[in-house]
């Protein structure tokens, strides 16, 4: 077995592969960027080695950097993780001039299955069924319009080597096709240093669901179930879990067997990743092969009880598969959420900055449930602009989709994170979507489901109740500290009131308080509802966990005057807690009106101009490109909400901007 491996990736891959070594008794060696000098992944490994600046295309895709830290680490065998140089076969053939073993497949299958024209061309020869396509290198956005056309709007513009998302469009029409092509290239080349692109059909109402395969170098090779993945953002996964609601044993089986036989196909060892595209009616067409460990491989593991990291490295190192097809069983079922700084009130839009305060949901095996969170990051962290917005991946497992989902619910909740945008409260008001839990889920979704986009979950008057109870409970426990402080006037006693009206979500609940000890207390309704409510919180603490009516609840908690911020179920809501005169006055106050910026258009996420598509002057028509941002290795392109006139440039191409800068305002 090796001695010391290097792990050539950053971020929570890095972290969850030196877990791994460190249980097997193998050293490892993190590699690391100008901005990545305090990460958790140069904490966590035995040994780490500066290789550059901060952009990756300076640093982590640098095959001779690298191959330099190889060196001067004296590591025998690199797990090159997912991204950068994992799916590169330039890389692999590097290592094996080296004498140095690549955890990953052999640099052959990797050129034959990894370019996502090659697998197509080699699928469809070995009798996989494929989605019609373009599978020859297109010259420029006018060759792309022409196939386009001929294939058939909808396509898919998609780059050849990319990956997560990146250099992926759909176009509906010509104009779109034409956009699509330029901005695929230009992410694709910014992200993977090759801008190659290929046109497919795009299959409506598709279901994203992927095999996992396991193959080693004596021939052996296997499939561990599947993955449904088809809640996704602009392509990128954002939900997983394992197995999918929508398979039958007899497509599940069939997709195995394909997935298998493309693998052996090629040649293919270590772990892979064989993704189809679902119809309604179970018809399944090959995408495209991962040759690389995949994000979403915790699933996977929870629902096999297979360390794929493990089985990487056992067959790098030459030995045969453990376990044979008839060994996999699926064992209850896994969810994944995938935690991105990206701030779901601005469109998901990136957000960088420092962890605040992290504190993710305890990890826990039980025969009940699981709880899993693979992370990068830490308490007074920095999320960077030079990377992907990754914060962390939250995983449970329960014995049925049901506990799994509860126990997400729970997890996500749980989950405290201060400093930056993201997506927490979306991740939690998909868990509770009806068609989510039924299991209807396609990849549009998200389209779908929030095509104005995602402006809190609403909750219902169950829901709204229990926390009604629960804040007039908490604030009784408050008022009792602010009855004993000390100091107080000699002529004056604090009393604790018994009756309050709580308002939240525009909701108006008159209560009354009924408490025999300092650790529960009975809330009573207009209408005779009881709600007896128990809890350890006390003032000061963010994160409280009740029990409301015999049912759990979890709310993370922060003090606004006369009463809470409360976050719970992707709602973030406003609880003032009043008795009834003030409440009676507050009803009389009006609100305050947001400032009008309805004739600006304001940068929605930190980020750097690429350029500005108007001028001073110039007359726009809704829809048109005004501008586009890049951040987070995305180009994001602004358009005109509305007809109108551009009075106003106040930024040019290269400019750095902060959220709500002003880009530019209208007459």
Known sequence: MFKKILIANRGEIACRV?????????????????????ALHVRMADEAVHIGPAPANQSYIVIDRVMQAIR???????????????ENPKFAEALEAAGVAFIGPPKGAIEAMGDKITSKKIAQEAGVSTVPGHMG?????????????????????????????????????????????????????????????????????????????????????IYLGERECSIQRRNQKVIEEAPSPFLDEETRAAMGAQAVALAQAVGYTSAGTVEFIVDGERNFYFLEMNTRLQVEHPVTELITGVDLVEQMIRVAN??????????????????????????????FLPSIGRLSRYRPPEEVVRDTHVVRNDTGVYEGGEISMYYDPMIAKLCTWGPSRPEAIE??????????????????????????????????ITTAFIAEQYPDGFEGATLDDTALRRIAAAAAAMNRVAEIRRSRVSGRLGNHERHVGTDWVITLQGKRFAVG????????????????????????????????????GGQPLVLKVGKIPGGFRMRSRGADLKVHVRSPR????????????????????????PGLIVKIDVEEGQEVQEGQPLCTVEAMKMENILRAERRGVVARVNAAAGDSLAVDDVIMEFA
């Open 18 to 38: 030196i877990k791994t070594a460190r249980k097997m008794g193998i050293a490892t060696v993190a590699i690391y960027s100008d901005a990545d000098r305090n």
């Open 72 to 86: 001067d680490s004296g590591a025998e065998a690199v797990h090159p993780g997912y991204g950068f140089l994992s």
């Open 137 to 221: 290198l297109i010259a420029d956005a006018e060759e792309a319009v022409r196939i386009a056309t001929e294939i058939g709007y909808p396509v898919m513009i998609k780059a050849s080597a990319g990956g997560g998302g990146k250099g992926m469009r759909i176009a509906w029409n010509d104009e779109e096709a034409r956009e699509g092509f330029q901005s695929s290239k230009n992410e694709a080349a910014s992200s993977v240093g090759d801008d190659r692109i290929f046109i497919e059909k795009f299959v409506t109402q598709p279901r994203h669901i992927e095999i996992q395969v396991l193959a080693d170098q004596q021939g052996n090779a």
């Open 318 to 347: 030459g030995e045969p598969l453990s376990l044979a097809q008839a060994d996999v069983t699926l064992n209850g079922w896994a969810m994944e959420s995938r935690l991105y700084a990206e701030d779901p009130y601005r469109n």
């Open 407 to 440: 126990a997400m619910r729970v997890a996500l909740d749980s989950f405290e994170l201060e400093g930056i945008g993201h997506n927490l409260p979306f991740l939690s008001a998909v868990m509770d979507h009806p068609k989510f839990v039924a299991g209807e």
């Open 513 to 548: 308080i009924e408490a025999a000890d300092p650790s529960g207390a009975t809330v009573r309704f207009d209408g005779g509802e009881a709600l007896r409510v128990a809890s350890d919180w006390v003032p000061g603490r963010t994160l409280a966990r009740l029990d409301v």
């Open 582 to 605: 003030q409440a009676e006055l507050a009803a009389l106050m009006p609100e305050k009106q947001p400032p009008d910026t309805s004739k600006m258009l304001l940068c929605p996420m």
